[in-house]
RNA sequence: GGUCCCAUCGUCUAAUGGUUAGGACAUCACCCUUUCACGGUGGUAAUAUGGGUUCGAAUCCCGUUGGGAUCACCA
């Protein structure tokens, strides 16, 4: 039987990181077998819809490739994908589950949430509702009158429900613990608990890949896949990816988006690498892996059961490594539109590009390592003082002097060149070469530390920026 | 509170009864070096806890502790 999935995001906002990271498992299940993935939409609570959020998950989607085989606009055999368009298939399959015996008409007024009053002794109590007592052509005679209504599951079973789940095993949760909750709302519109239990089984999904808080209410849709007569999925709870050990990743507290961390300078590839990474391993030391490597050796077995906490230190040093491998080429291109941010002078920004890429680990990085260039900062002269280097003030002074006049006849102005001529200039007047280069770097940056060495640095600032700053820093120095 | 689930270095994890408990990030030291970074080498660092079972337990069982989830006309 061919493998279906689907990632059923509520369009409720942004797509955190824990998300995407479902839909990345259920993806690499359905692929890794040849299956399908589908998308489907989960708009059934039209109070909490944000504008907007659907176009975010298929953005997200599409730019780490994780391609749908049938979803709301690419339509397929199961749709619509949409569940607020599906609304009478719901209808005709609740008042089946009632016949059936599965669910019955509940003309209960919705609990009020309010009185938080007191919270600490508040001790909830499963909800049995007194409505299922109702004769079922008494209960029509009033849903026909007009009567607002809702469908509530009925569960008459006692005793303990047992199930798979391919990450936690088997599970045996008993059946009082479980609510007689809404199936169908008032407005007519299914709750989770129905409508994912519908469409799985309509949509033919063969493996449901959720939270693992939906386990506790797993063995509720398997009473309806029972009543309906239908075989129920192949279950995979996957544990939360934490902010912290106490608190799951959420959209509130700004935590980590997909397109925040994009924002910020993070390669799609590596964060989606990161995250398969997070609750998953693949039994070998291998840790970068493209989305093909993943299809090819993903195993749900290999799946973990505790929660994992997001770990910014470690993505940022993957995403290091993505930007490594970047074609020469291919940096440039994606700093630029960094530099333009930045940067307004006149700069050899492919040699700058060459600098930076063994060096940042976000594109984000670029702006602190590139604030000297644009304007020279305020130091102090002690910067010129260097133990390893053998140089002080007196030392910057007199090699500073030698090599202002020195750059000044160099019409070759590359890198290589530069540092040629500076290394003869020290050997010249048996100088070490960090006394020379050295000074010459304090002077072009005013920073202790810089990405590149003096002559690279000169080399991004071009000539006549160069000396301009050589004839400074000798001012600065009272020379 | 009831129920369910979870527990290996700071973090992500490997080891499915026998390993000096392995790898990666982070951290520290050293090497390379025109600073920094990249790269290289090495170090520090973990089986929450108490009982069992067993020749032998991170691994199996029970208790304890800690954490999470759930108990909505949200998903």
């Known amino acids: 039987m061919k493998v279906r999935t689907r ?78 368009e599906r609304r009478p298939i719901y209808k005709e399959y609740a008042q089946k589950l009632v016949e059936l015996g599965g669910a019955h008409y509940c003309f209960c007024a919705a609990h009020d949430d309010e009185d938080d009053g ?35 599951q009925t569960i008459n079973k006692k005793g303990v429900s047992h199930f798979h789940d391919e990450v936690y095993g088997d599970i045996e949760i008993d059946y009082d613990e479980l609510d007689e909750g809404v199936l169908l709302k008032t407005d007519g519109l299914p709750t989770y608990n129905f409508a994912n239990v519908v469409d799985d089984h309509l949509m033919g999904i063969t493996h449901v890949v959720r939270g693992n808080e939906y386990i506790s209410s797993t063995p509720k849709y398997n009473l309806i896949y029972e009543a309906f007569g239908w075989t129920p999925p192949i279950y995979v709870h996957v544990p939360p990816v934490m902010k912290d050990a106490q608190h799951k990743l959420s959209k509130r507290n700004g935590d980590a988006s ?80 960094y530099y333009q941010k930045y940067l307004t002078r006149d700069l050899n920004l492919p040699m700058l590009s060459k600098v930076l890429q063994p060096r940042i680990e976000t594109f984000g990085d670029i702006e602190a390592q590139t604030d000297f260039l644009e304007k020279m900062p305020e130091y102090s002269l002690e910067l010129y003082t260097n133990k390893k280097m ?40 048996e100088l070490k070469n960090g006394q020379i280069l050295y000074p010459l770097r304090i002077a072009l940056s005013g920073k202790e530390t810089t990405s590149g060495g003096a002559t690279e640095i000169a080399t991004i600032l071009g000539k006549e920026e160069t000396l301009r700053r050589i004839q400074q820093a000798l001012q600065k120095l009272g020379a």
């Not at 409720?12 to 299956?35: D, V």
């Not at 994780?66 to 339509?75: F, K």
């Not at 002074?397 to 202002?404: D, I, R, S, V």
């Open 258 to 337: 997909f397109q925040d961390l994009v924002a910020k300078g993070y390669l799609p590839d590596a964060i989606l690498n990161y995250i398969a990474l997070l609750g998953w391993n693949p039994g070998t030391d291998q840790e970068i892996f493209s989305l093909d490597e993943l299809k090819k050796c993903f195993t749900a077995e290999r799946l973990n059961k505790s929660p994992a906490i997001f770990d910014i230190v470690k993505l940022t040093w993957m995403n290091g490594c993505y930007i490594r491998e970047l074609p020469t080429e291919k940096f440039h291109e994606m700093a630029m539109p």
């Open 390 to 429: 053998k140089t002080d003030i007196d030392i910057a002074k007199k090699t500073l002097a030698l090599t202002l006049p020195a750059l000044q006849n160099v019409s070759d102005w590359s890198n290589e060149n530069l540092f040629e001529q500076l290394k003869n200039l020290a050997a010249a007047n």
């Open 118 to 152: 007191d919270d600490e002794n508040k001790i909830p109590t499963k909800f049995k509702d007194p409505c299922k007592r109702i004769p079922l052509e008494e209960a029509k005679a009033r849903v026909a009158a007009g009567e607002p209504y809702t469908i509530r």
């Open 7 to 84: 990632f059923a995001p509520s369009p409720t906002g942004y797509m955190h990181i824990g998300n995407l990271r479902t839909a990345l498992y259920e993806y690499l299940i359905a692929k890794s077998q040849g299956g399908d993935f589908l998308l489907r939409i989960e708009d059934t609570d039209q109070k909490r819809y944000v504008e907007g959020s659907t176009d975010i998950i298929y953005n997200t989607l599409k730019t780490v490739h994780m391609d749908w085989d049938e979803g709301p606009d690419i339509g397929g055999n199961y749709g619509p994908y949409v569940q607020s």
